[in-house]
């Protein structure tokens, strides 16, 4: 009786201390790694396709995209826009800044920079075509000072053309056409009579160009003479001497009255030929660019060594200089 109880108090002694490995894992089962590695878990997704890892991989789902940038909000071009130019594509495919208009104020190239908003949409003009399209903006401006105080802005724009300005998309812009007229003795009269008044005797008239067009939306022409004369040919020589203009003339006719009105006139009375370094005044081009419906009168000028462009704005018989961009190199 003894020997049974104490056989069953050393059964379950043993039981209690663990199995030995034969009876844990079986007959036959390897023994254990003296030095177990662990080898790291895998994701659910794996163990449930072990020959798949590629759909394990990837059935585990990823964060969303964050979503794509609002594109920036420009306010309307009602009371600001920036007035950019060009004849052609440079290099940068850029325009000339002429300064802008805000709130019906002409603004300088500087004043202009302050409020410029790069890649905003403008509207492309054109003569005789007007409005071709729309273009976006860039800055291409560097650090240094800008060359003859000139700035330009990058565009996508690529063709070329006559001439261009640009403005914010939705400035309201004017075109008249306007028409070509040839030389005739009514218009070298007017020149004549009027180089006269101004104390040249006997001047040498040299009308090169002759445009009609209504600046003011009234219904009537307004007829612009460009003349030059220089007994040194300009720009091919610094100097200018007695006799030597350079003229702009606008020509308005009211009810029986005739009214001649310069432009731009520069005319030299000096008896000996000083270097002096004229102007040749150009016709460019006729523009409202402030949105007030008359027409700017457009200018390109030529000089020694130099070049540029000026905008006159005429309203009730004044004149008045609004831009000027002139490099002397």
């Not at 040749?280 to 060594?305: A, C, H, K, M, P």
């Given at each position: ?12 002694l ?13 007959a036959?089962?390897?023994?254990d ?15 449930a396709?072990?020959?798949?890892m ?12 964050p ?28 325009y ?5 208009v ?18 905003r949409?403008?509207?492309?003009y ?20 800008p ?9 996508d ?26 030389t ?19 001047p ?15 219904g ?9 004369y ?11 001497e007695y ?15 005739v009214?001649v ?8 009375h ?5 270097a ?24 390109d ?15 009730e ?13």
């Amino acid at each position: 009786m003894k020997k049974k109880i104490t056989f069953i108090l050393m059964f379950w002694l043993l039981v209690a201390c663990g199995a030995p490995a034969a009876m844990e894992g079986g007959a036959g089962a390897p023994p254990d790694d003296p030095n177990p590695t662990s080898a790291p878990a895998m994701p659910a997704a794996t163990r449930a396709n072990p020959n798949n890892m590629q759909t394990a991989q990837t059935s585990t789902p990823l964060a969303a995209p964050p979503p794509e940038s609002t594109p920036q909000a420009f306010a309307p071009a009602e009371s600001f826009s920036p007035i950019l130019y060009r004849t052609h594509a440079d290099r940068y495919n850029s325009y000339q800044l002429l300064g802008g208009v805000q709130n019906g104020s002409w603004l300088s190239d500087e004043e202009t920079l302050l409020l410029l908003e790069y890649e905003r949409l403008i509207d492309v003009y054109e003569y005789p075509t007007g409005w071709v399209g729309n273009t976006t903006i860039h800055n291409v401006i560097d650090l240094d000072p800008p060359f003859c105080g000139m700035y330009f802005i990058g565009s996508d724009l690529l063709e070329t053309s006559g001439w261009q300005f640009a403005f914010y998309q939705g400035w309201q812009v004017t075109l008249h056409p306007w028409t070509e007229l040839p030389t005739s003795e009514i218009y070298t009269q007017t020149v004549h009579d009027w180089l006269t008044m101004q104390g040249l005797a006997q001047p040498q008239i040299q009308i090169s160009r002759i445009l009609k067009v209504d600046i003011e939306g009234d219904g009537v022409d307004e007829v612009f003479i460009e003349a030059s004369y220089f007994k040194t040919p300009n720009p091919q020589s610094p100097q200018a001497e007695y006799g030597d203009y350079s003229i702009i003339l606008m020509r308005k006719v009211s009810g029986n009255s005739v009214s001649v009105i310069p432009i731009i006139a520069d005319l030299y009375h000096n008896i000996k030929p000083n270097a002096l370094f004229p102007h040749t005044y150009f016709l460019n081009s006729f523009i409202d660019l402030n949105q007030d419906g008359n027409l700017e009168v457009v200018l390109d000028i030529t000089r020694w060594e130099g070049s540029g462009m000026m905008v006159y704005e005429v309203k009730e018989w004044r004149v008045t200089q609004v831009i000027s961009e002139v490099c002397a190199e």
